[in-house]
């Protein structure tokens, strides 16, 4: 159990970093490869009016800004961890980036064969100015890349469909039961995010 707590742990910070910087404008699945100091995470992403489903193996997050909570889920335990969300430090729900103090077009760039507009975006994280770039194709409200300006993370969408998703989706399944008291490293990332 410690090891795969640990794993969660991991794969929220991921994902937070993913809610920092993406815009959620329309309802949209894809395919999401994130890279986060060297380590590679594959899954599925949904999006829906203010709510957020990432599947990674092993783990499913889930974030309702619409209820202002983050569940992180774990299929082989049907177990789910519940985490109140702060929609004024998520930018989930944003058409910005959170903090954001300047975006600007700085050129064209093909991705996966589609031509893209790519924004370096400026913005205040805990009082620091920091920088990432973002890229928009024709037709798309949602980055189909996102990159730190140091490239110690980068989140790509691929095989992206925007159709409406199904609201099971966004549900903690009957069947799980809650873990309330998370432990460790889990227990800080949530109340970080939380609060």
Same mark, same amino acid.
């Given at each position: 159990m410690g090891k795969r707590v &640990? /794993? !969660?742990? $991991?794969?929220?910070?991921?994902?937070? /970093?993913?809610l920092v910087t993406m815009v $959620?404008?329309?309802?949209? =699945?894809?395919?999401?490869? =994130?890279? +986060?100091q060297g380590m590679v995470f594959k899954g599925k992403i949904f999006s829906g009016q203010d709510k957020i489903r990432m599947?990674?193996? &092993?783990? !499913?997050?889930?974030?309702?800004?619409?209820?202002q909570v983050m569940w992180l889920l774990m299929p082989k335990e049907k177990m789910y961890m519940?985490?109140?969300?702060?929609? #004024?430090?998520a930018a989930a729900t944003s058409d910005k980036v959170s903090g954001e103090i300047e975006r600007k077009l700085v050129g064209k760039e093909s991705i996966d064969g589609r031509m893209t507009d790519k924004y370096q975006i400026v913005y205040n994280q +805990?009082? @620091?100015k920091q920088t /990432?770039? %973002?890229?928009? #194709?024709? &037709?798309? =409200?949602v980055p189909?890349? #996102?990159?730190?300006?140091? +490239? =110690?993370?980068? #989140? *790509?969408? @691929? +095989?992206?469909?925007?159709?409406?998703?199904?609201?099971? $989706?966004? *549900?903690?399944?009957?069947?799980? %039961?809650? /873990?309330?008291?998370?432990?460790?490293?889990?227990?800080?990332? $949530?109340?970080?995010?939380?609060?």
């Open positions: &640990g /794993l !969660i742990s $991991l794969v929220g910070v991921v994902f937070v /970093l993913c $959620l404008a329309e309802d949209f =699945s894809a395919d999401m490869i =994130s890279t +986060n599947e990674v193996p &092993g783990s !499913i997050t889930i974030v309702r800004m619409d209820r519940e985490q109140p969300v702060d929609p #004024t430090k +805990n009082g @620091k /990432l770039f %973002q890229w928009f #194709t024709a &037709g798309l =409200s189909i890349k #996102t990159a730190a300006a140091d +490239n =110690s993370w980068v #989140t *790509e969408y @691929k +095989n992206i469909k925007t159709d409406r998703q199904p609201d099971a $989706l966004f *549900e903690v399944p009957a069947d799980y %039961q809650k /873990l309330s008291n998370p432990m460790g490293p889990m227990k800080d990332m $949530l109340e970080k995010f939380g609060k």
